[in-house]
């Protein structure tokens, strides 16, 4: 096991400022945000895509330091109801592939999303309880016409660039807690794990040794 931490804490520093700081706390791992929630401040994957020199340059930083990327995240909404808001989560997310494939980054890192409750909606609606009876009712339309189509499109995505996709649970998403994170994990168990946020569990009132053995072989990141 190596302890690293999400660079996004630090986006106010200068790229190799950031490194430099990370190894002076005896860290070895780095997460990058790509885009999406986290934002892209250190890595815009379009502009590492189009040129081997900022590729490289990138890579090179990150090596030298004797620093490992053990993730890229690109936390965000795939399934939001807003047409162009999941477009851009979701091209994000494609790019987020192509860069952990160049990068032999194995683990990419995202929210499962949240769709709406219908086709006419135009937020998300996260359903955590079974009645009044609608509610069942959308949550089981949500996962037959939104969530199970897209995700078992972006495990084929995934798994043609060599990644493992690692959703962390939280709230306001349709993987949340470890009971949602298996029914996820169920359309490509080989390609699609957690995440797990000790801290996501917490405000929920999860016990997390309880998630942890919940989530035995689960656990990506």
Known sequence: MRLGVFTVLFGSKPF?????????LGLEAVEIGTGAYPGDAYCKPAALLSSDKKLKAFKQAIAS????ISALSC??????????????DHRVFTDTLA????????????F???????????????????WPPEFSTMLEWQWRER????????????????????????PNFV?????????????APKTIGCNFDPSHMIWQQVDVASA??????????
């Open 99 to 110: 860069l952990a494939k160049k990068l032999d980054v194995e683990t990419v890192i995202t």
């Open 212 to 221: 942890i053995r919940a989530l035995e072989g689960s656990i990506f990141h």
């Open 65 to 68: 330091r004797g620093l490992e």
């Open 175 to 187: 993987a949340y807690n470890p009971e949602s994170m298996l029914r996820l994990r169920e359309i």
């Open 75 to 88: 936390h965000g909404n795939p399934l939001h109801p807003q047409k162009k808001r999941a477009e851009a």
């Open 16 to 24: 190799e400022e950031m490194l430099d700081y990370v190894v002076e």
């Open 112 to 130: 499962s999303g949240c769709p709406g409750g219908d086709a006419k909606a135009e937020q998300p609606n996260w359903i955590v309880s079974p």
């Open 147 to 170: 969530v199970t189509p897209y995700w078992t499109q972006a495990a084929k995505a995934a798994k043609a660039a060599g990644v493992k996709v690692a959703i962390e649970m939280h």
